[in-house]
T-cell receptor, first 110, second 114 residues
Framework: QKEVEQNSGPLSVPEGAIASLNCTYS??????FFWYRQYSGKSPELIMS????GDKEDGRFTAQLNKASQYVSLLIRDSQPSDSATYLC??????????FGTGTRLTVIP | ETGVTQSPTHLIKTRGQQVTLRCSSQ?????VSWYQQALGQGPQFIFQ???????GRGNFPPRFSGLQFPNYSSELNVNALELDDSALYLC?????????????FGPGTRLTVT
């Protein structure tokens, strides 16, 4: 069974700190990995995608992928109250569907 | 905004009824995937449509069915509604055979079954 496990949270960090979100997946054929942000009552918004081992940076966000360990993470630097949301990791085979974790709720405390 | 639209925004139905949800994909995208998101859970894949045909299906019963039209818009139909069908229904738009597999979600339809 294809599974995605996320650190359960909830996670609280002070404003300006680094928030670290982690995800492990069970299927070694995974090719694509994604982080979505979901505000309460809204739909998921794609914020990062990563396909190769290593780090990928986009502004305050850095995604890290380690395929050997089946592990993907998201770091949010200089966390802001507007980053408070549920973060969903997802993986796909590049074909049809995405498999999602249950999400980690992040609260950034001013 | 992703350019993906869904209607209606909210819907209340009674157990046993049927419902149709609609989705218009982002301009240039030819593939629509449907997901069900229960409260506190991640989205679960229902099925995907490409070239007006079902192109993959998750673990959902046959009473969940769909259509895709020549303009790439799509419908999700659910028959014989059950209380557990209450959820946020999301459609996601993508470009088939794009290697990165990125999918962009619409705002969702909140379905409540009473």
């Amino acid at each position: 069974q294809k599974e995605v496990e996320q650190n359960s949270g909830p996670l609280s960090v002070p404003e300006g700190a680094i928030a670290s979100l982690n995800c492990t997946y069970s299927d070694r054929v995974s090719q694509s990995f994604f982080w979505y942000r979901q505000y309460s009552g809204k739909s998921p918004e794609l914020i990062m995608s990563i396909y190769s081992n290593g780090d990928k940076e986009d502004g305050r966000f850095t995604a890290q992928l380690n395929k050997a360990s089946q592990y993907v993470s998201l770091l949010i630097r200089d966390s802001q109250p507007s980053d408070s949301a549920t973060y969903l990791c997802a993986w796909g085979t590049g074909a049809n569907n995405l498999f999602f974790g249950t999400g980690t709720r992040l609260t950034v405390i001013p | 905004e992703t350019g993906v639209t869904q209607s209606p925004t909210h819907l209340i139905k009674t157990r046993g009824q049927q419902v149709t949800l609609r989705c218009s994909s982002q301009s240039g995208h030819n593939t629509v995937s449907w997901y069900q998101q229960a409260l506190g859970q991640g989205p679960q894949f229902i099925f995907q449509y490409y070239r007006e045909e079902e192109n993959g299906r998750g673990n959902f019963p046959p009473r969940f069915s769909g259509l895709q039209f020549p303009n790439y818009s799509s419908e999700l139909n659910v028959n014989a509604l059950e209380l557990d069908d209450s959820a946020l229904y999301l459609c996601a738009s993508s470009l088939a055979h794009q290697h990165n597999g990125e999918q962009y979600f619409g705002p969702g339809t909140r379905l409540t079954v009473t």
